[in-house]
């Protein structure tokens, strides 16, 4: 028997990157690969990188300049760059970087196999293509090991909505939504390994709209078919446009079970004249009456957000929008950024607000998130709640599952196993974090 080679390979960026590195692995796994936890004794690195935000993509090269190194101590290292940096630089990372060998797109990630063994002859490999094939039809079915109890199903990628700040359209390219058909064979499969919660990822997720046995599938129907298979008893999608939001899928989230209390659901910005420059197309208080109706199906939601500060334009008193939209919604949990510039997008040319303003604006943005995000938790003390036991905690006794809100919950003196959902009272709050103890 050939010794397996060594994949590690690091993840940056959003959740469905964390998706296409398991697949990548999976990919790798056919060339006599397995996966290992550290860059020392890896026969192939691979980034699977983020191009988001301009530190995202800084972050890659400071770590290849880390590993390159280590190509002195093995000569048949070899390192590749995956994800949106790949996408969006190409050839580029190859001239700045000249120790990576082979540079792969999100969309060309099924023909890694065919690379590597470019790579192994000593040849450079670079594939940054929207194919017209489609990928998930081109990489072997999952495994049979058996996961976590909790995991993530791609089922939508690419955006067509070109936020005037956002690089997505540019480098995950057009909505392109997976066949329903073969979304819930996945989704059986996972299941028959002991997953219990499916989180469906798509940029723009709830512009879902894939083929179906009877037609195309609207995510909401997606989600009921979903919630029949036995066995699947959590759904979460993510992230979702408001202008995407149809009136299915806010009566799922009241009549569909499985389909937990949680929506995140950006904005980016509570000011109209800010909302128009990002090319977002609706205003501060459509959103506004959206999560009305939203709350109106389910009234314990659980809202998610994202803001960019500190937007070209934005005003004092478009901030204060923000502030003011933030304090109506009360969100349980929200990720504010400062407006980076990102080169090729129509808001690369406007110029930019000086930085102490826009720094002062995200931390006054942060304090007041922070102080809702405690405060909601906080609420949760006496409350009986119903958790997916993920792992042991790290006291002797102690699980840490998921609460239905996406709450982490550490449950002390637990009675239960990896993959178990129980109800649990919560007795503390921590910072991010819920103590519970499990109740019968
Ligand atoms: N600058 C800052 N934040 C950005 N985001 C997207 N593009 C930028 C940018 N150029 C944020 C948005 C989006 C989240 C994933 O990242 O808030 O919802
Ligand atoms: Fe980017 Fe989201 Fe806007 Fe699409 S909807 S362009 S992914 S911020």
Do not use: W
Not at 241 to 246: A, G, K
């Amino acid at each position: 028997m050939t010794t397996p080679k060594k994949l590690f390979i690091k993840t940056y960026g959003c959740q469905m990157n964390v998706y296409d590195s398991e697949r990548m692995v999976e990919a790798l796994g056919g060339e006599g690969y397995v996966e290992t936890k550290t860059a020392d004794d890896a026969d192939m690195i691979l980034l699977n990188t983020c191009h988001i935000r301009e530190k995202a993509a800084e972050k890659v090269y400071s770590e290849l300049g880390r590993l390159k190194p280590l190509k002195a101590l093995n000569p048949d290292l070899k390192i590749g760059v995956a994800g949106c940096v790949a996408q969006a630089e190409g050839e580029e990372i190859m001239r700045r970087q000249p120790a990576v060998d082979l540079v792969v797109g999100p969309q060309s990630y099924h023909r890694l196999p065919q690379m590597e063994a470019k790579v192994r002859k000593g040849e450079t490999a670079l594939d940054t293509d929207f194919p017209e094939e489609d990928k998930f039809e081109h990489l072997k079915s999952r495994p049979q090991t058996k996961r976590a109890p909790a995991a993530f199903l791609t089922v939508q990628e690419g955006c067509d909505k070109f936020c005037a700040f956002c690089v997505v359209p540019y480098t995950r390219g057009a909505e392109v939504s997976r066949p329903a058909t073969r979304v819930l064979d996945e989704a059986r499969a996972l299941v028959d390994r002991g997953v219990r919660e499916v989180t469906l990822l798509g940029q723009n997720v709830n512009a879902y709209h894939g083929a179906g046995p009877k037609g195309d599938m609207t995510l909401a129907a997606l989600v009921r078919e979903l919630a029949k298979i036995d066995g699947l008893d959590r759904i979460r999608y993510t992230t979702s446009h408001p202008n995407d939001m149809e009136d299915d899928l806010i009566a799922a989230h009241g009549e569909v079970e499985a389909l937990m209390p949680y929506l995140h659901l950006p904005v980016q910005s509570g000011s109209d004249h800010i909302l128009k420059r990002m090319n977002r197309s609706h205003t501060a208080e459509s959103y506004l009456r959206l999560i009305e109706r939203i709350r109106t199906a389910r009234p314990d939601i659980l809202m998610s957000g994202d803001f960019i500060v500190g937007f070209p334009e934005e005003s004092d008193a478009d901030f204060e929008a923000t502030m003011d939209l933030v304090r109506e919604v009360r969100y349980g949990y929200a990720y504010s950024f400062k407006y980076s510039t990102r080169p090729g997008t129509p808001a690369a040319e406007r110029a930019l607000i000086p930085d102490d303003v826009a720094n002062d604006r995200l931390q006054r943005l942060q304090a007041l998130i922070t102080q809702h995000q405690k405060e909601i938790q906080q609420s949760m003390v006496g409350r009986e709640l119903s958790v997916l036991v993920e792992k042991s905690g790290r006291n002797p006794g102690q699980m840490l599952g998921k609460s239905e809100y996406l709450h982490a919950v550490h449950i002390d003196d637990a009675q239960a196993q990896i993959g178990d959902i129980v109800p649990v009272k919560v007795v503390k709050s921590m910072t991010n974090s819920l103590t519970a103890r499990q109740i019968s």
